[in-house]
Structure formats: C-alpha cells, structure tokens
C-alpha cells in the first residue's frame, strides 16, 4: 500500500507557531493549480505499476480554502494517474472558518470522507493567542456541522503547553471534545519553531516562553483523560476509539512508501527521500517548463535505521527488533538492545513479544530516547 500528499499553499492569515510552507495570497492559485495537474501527470510512475493507492491526504496550508470544483479536480487528477483503491482513505484538512453549512454539504458530496478539522482550542484567548482565523463558537459549529451532514470520521487539531492554557482549560478542552463524540484527536505539545512569529514574539518579550514542565504536565493529563475515555493512544500525539486510526499517518510510521505533491511536499520510497522546493513561484515555473523543482537523498542504511527507531517508537507497534536484524543486521540489533537497556531498567521501555515500546513514563522523553538508540558512525 502507499500514500499521496497534495500540499494546498495557502491559508487566511499565519498562525504565530507555523513553520509550514504557505502563502497568504490566493494570487497564484489558478497557476498554481495548472502546475499541480502537470506534476500529478510527471509523477505517475513514481510508485510501481502495481501499487495500490490506499489514502489520499490534501494538507497545507489550508485546503479548505479551494472551491469544490478545485477539489473534485485534484481528486480526478489523483484517480486518473494513479491506483487509488475504491475504498481509499481520502482526507480533507479544513478550519473551522471555512466549514459553512453550504461548504460541509459539497464535501459530503465528493469523494472526500475524512475530515482533519484545525479546531487547537475551544477557548477563543488561546485562539487569540495562536492567531488563528476562527473563534471558538465557530469551532464547536464546524464539528456539529459536519456530523449532522454525515461525516463519521472527523479528527480534530488541538494544542496544549500556550501560556495562556491553565490546566483547568485544558482538560475542559479534551472533556468538550470527548462530549462531541469525535473519534479521533490529534493533541501536540507547542513548539517554537525559527522564523516564526511566535519565536519572535518570545525573542521581544511580547510573550512567555514556553513552560516545559506546564508542557510536561499537560501531556500526563492529556494520556490519562484519553485512556479513561477508551481512546487508543496509537501514536505519541494521536488518539482514536477503534477502527479511527489515520491509515493515512499510519502509513508514514509504518515506513510505507508516499508520494508528496505541490511546493514543500516530501516524498518516500523506502530507500531516497526528496523533497519540493518551497516557493510557489519556482515551483510553478519549473513545472511550466515540463521539470521538477526538488532535492532528493539517497538514504544509507544507518540513516534508514534511525528513521526506523525514530518513527516505530513512537507508536502502538513498537519498534520490532525482528526486522532490526532482518534488515540492518546483527550489529545494529546489539547497537539497538545495548542502549534500550538503560531505558529498560528505569521502566521507560518495555521489551515484550521481541518488540520495544515506550511506557507512559518513556513518552515524556520520546525524542531524546529515541536519539540515544540511533546509530552515529
């Protein structure tokens, strides 16, 4: 099975904490759009004949932000060039702003049946805060909307660790979202990317830099309201009752090869990376020409190990120390056991049925751990 990512690089205004590529201006968007069809149609072989397409993701930026006939031809594009299964995943992100009663009903529509709803807060100060275009009135509509128009499988976007998110506020968060009966929810901790401008916000002293142990904190309550709400935690930041897993997210923590298209995107084939230049003017000119504008790595096997450790840790399926040996060898399975030990005996990893886990303990330090057990020659 594989994946296709479509990156739409436009949105309303900037939020404060991204450092996602996008543009505020919708100026270039028919040639935009133009430059898309003609890559859709470069990338066709990207994947072997045989492959089976089994999730569509449409991401940014803001999607939302394009007309239906915009998505209905994106979509048409995708089918026609590519193997997309009958029952693919086919998931659209969208702010709650764009989520009109009028636009949920042409979703419901289309082929799109998976909605990724960027709600981050149901309070309208951290909304301020995070400069987000929508209020929190608008978030709860945007959810009830799309229910009531037949949409089952929603995930919504919410943040915790802001300055201006007590503890209080954040478990009143999570209880509203398990009241609108969502089945999936996606919770990350803030970070402060460079060049953005909440980095230069907290550089001015306009704001408060982000409180680790807040952080830290939130995250406990954030695992222990899912799990008394019989929600999976299938991955660090990802929560869904059974049968809502994102098969599409699923597909880049289980290492499954994908194809990312329009500017910024990434793409995968188990053995290179690569990825598109980040700049909507380039890459539509460069497609205007019939080329690709992109970067592309041959990965070694120590960089796809470390791949491997990073993204398999951080889920439900552990990292398998079967396939370790199976593909890297006996050196980097010894490497790997070597510096989970440590891990192991402060109850941080679990070592069961020959795969490694991180326990709730091990999740507040995923990163740094999985970092120690990478392999630096």
Not at 61 to 66: A, E, I, Q
Not at 158 to 183: E, V
Not at 271 to 291: F, H, T, V
């Amino acid at each position: 099975m594989a994946g296709i990512y479509i990156h739409i690089p436009f949105c309303k205004q900037a939020c404060n904490y991204c450092d996602f590529h996008f543009s505020t201006s919708l100026m270039n968007k028919d040639a935009f759009m133009k430059a898309l069809f003609k890559e859709i149609e470069i990338q066709k072989n990207y994947f072997p004949s045989s492959t089976e397409v089994s999730t569509v993701y449409l991401g940014g930026g803001t999607p939302s932000l394009l007309s239906k006939f915009d998505l209905l031809d994106i979509i048409n594009a995708v089918k026609l060039n590519f193997n997309i299964l009958p029952n693919a995943e086919i998931t659209l992100e969208a702010n709650p702003d764009d989520l009109t009663s009028e636009k949920i009903k042409e979703l419901k529509e289309s082929p799109i049946n998976r909605l990724s709803i960027g709600i981050q807060s149901f309070y309208d100060e951290d909304l301020r805060f995070m400069n987000r275009a929508h209020s929190a009135t608008e978030a709860l509509n945007a959810v009830k909307l799309a229910q009531d128009n037949g949409f089952e499988n929603i995930t919504i976007d919410l943040i915790y660790g802001t300055p201006t998110l007590t503890h209080h506020k954040w478990r009143n968060n999570l209880q509203i979202a398990f009241a609108l009966n969502i089945k999936h929810i996606s919770a990350y901790c803030l970070t402060v990317e460079p060049k953005t401008m909440l980095a230069h916000q907290i550089k001015t002293g306009i704001t408060k830099n982000v409180d680790e142990q807040q952080s830290a904190e939130q995250f406990e309550i954030l695992v222990d309201a899912m799990h008394a709400n019989d929600f999976v935690q299938y991955e660090i930041s990802n929560f869904c009752k059974d049968g809502f897993y994102s098969k599409h997210n699923s597909n880049y923590w289980l290492k499954e090869n994908y194809l990312g298209l329009g500017p910024s995107a990434h793409s995968y084939n188990g053995s290179s990376r690569q990825w598109n230049i980040s700049n909507n003017a380039l890459y539509i000119k460069s497609l205007e020409n019939g080329e690709l504008n992109f970067e592309k790595e041959e990965l070694t096997k120590e960089q796809r190990y470390n791949e491997y450790i990073l993204t398999s840790l951080r889920t439900i399926w552990g990292a398998n120390l079967t396939i370790i040996e199976q593909q890297f060898g006996k050196e980097y399975l010894n490497h790997c056991l070597s510096e989970a030990d440590k891990y192991i005996r402060s109850e941080s990893i679990l070592n069961e049925e020959n795969k490694l886990f991180l326990t709730d303990k091990g999740k507040l330090f995923a990163d740094k751990i999985s970092s120690e057990l990478f392999k630096i020659e």
